[in-house]
């Protein structure tokens, strides 16, 4: 009897959300050396992998085909495939298909090595200037008024602070919803994060509904939004997590 083939492992790499500099060592070594690479785009993550000489096929994996690309995937992966999981820009599963094929990977025994990068997430609320001690990622919100509405209506009373993608002509009315939800708090428009006409416009919601009006946003949309005003506070290091400096005795 032949001994059972060991698993291969899905590693979920991390790529750039914009600029190409951001491609880790790691990444790049880990795409050239699994045997697939499961990409949300094969044609943009086709440029990718030319520009860092990676020649490793790809084969396509999103939200239209993922459930019977999964079982592939798993396949090759229980016979000591090693496959690896990319998105178009950014850290895979935060907002895109790859949840799907993790949660199964893992469900199946097989080992899911995350390769960490790029985040727009984290790029935006780093450079948003607001409270980064406790935040909530709300990804998408609904289309729809009514369901978008009872969203928000969810953190309205949470001190998170909360960040949400959009894209450029659906922005105004996710403004003004949350301006209606949430009142008038300071809020952080980043725009075409990383890449060459990178952009943060700072300001209330009101004053950033006024921006988009006058001026309509081109690109890739992640807006920072400050959480609701924590009540109580007695300690001037409440809002950073941090101690407050005391003087010495």
Do not use: W
């Not at 491609?23 to 990718?48: C, N, P, S, W, Y």
């Amino acid at each position: 009897m032949r001994p059972r083939p060991m698993h291969g492992t899905l590693y979920i790499v991390s790529t750039p959300i914009g600029n190409l500099e951001d491609m880790t060592f790691r990444a790049v070594r880990v795409l050239k050396e699994v045997g697939v690479i499961a990409a949300e785009d094969t044609r943009h993550t086709k440029q990718l992998c030319t520009h860092f000489g990676i020649h490793t096929p790809l084969t396509s994996y999103h939200d239209f085909n993922k459930e019977e690309k999964t079982a592939v995937l798993l396949e090759r992966l229980q016979t000591g495939t090693d496959v690896a999981l990319v998105s178009d820009a950014g850290t895979p599963v935060v907002s895109d298909p790859g949840f799907f094929l993790i949660t199964r990977a893992i469900e199946a025994g097989i080992r899911a090595v995350p390769v960490p990068g790029p985040s727009a997430v984290l790029t935006a609320l780093a450079g948003s200037g607001l409270p980064t001690d406790s935040f909530r990622f709300e990804g998408f919100l609904p289309r729809k008024e009514g369901p978008r509405s009872k969203r928000i209506a969810r953190f309205r009373e949470e001190p998170a602070t909360v960040i949400l993608f959009e894209s450029p002509h659906r922005i105004t009315k996710l403004l003004a919803s949350l301006l209606a939800g949430l009142g008038n708090r300071r809020a952080v428009l980043a725009r075409e994060l990383t890449k060459h006409y990178e952009e943060f416009h700072r300001g209330t919601l009101e004053e950033l509904i006024a921006l988009v009006r006058s001026h309509p946003p081109k690109g890739e949309i992640t807006l920072v939004v400050e959480g609701a005003a924590r009540r109580g506070r007695s300690t001037p290091g409440e809002e950073t997590g941090q101690e407050p400096e005391r003087e010495d005795e």
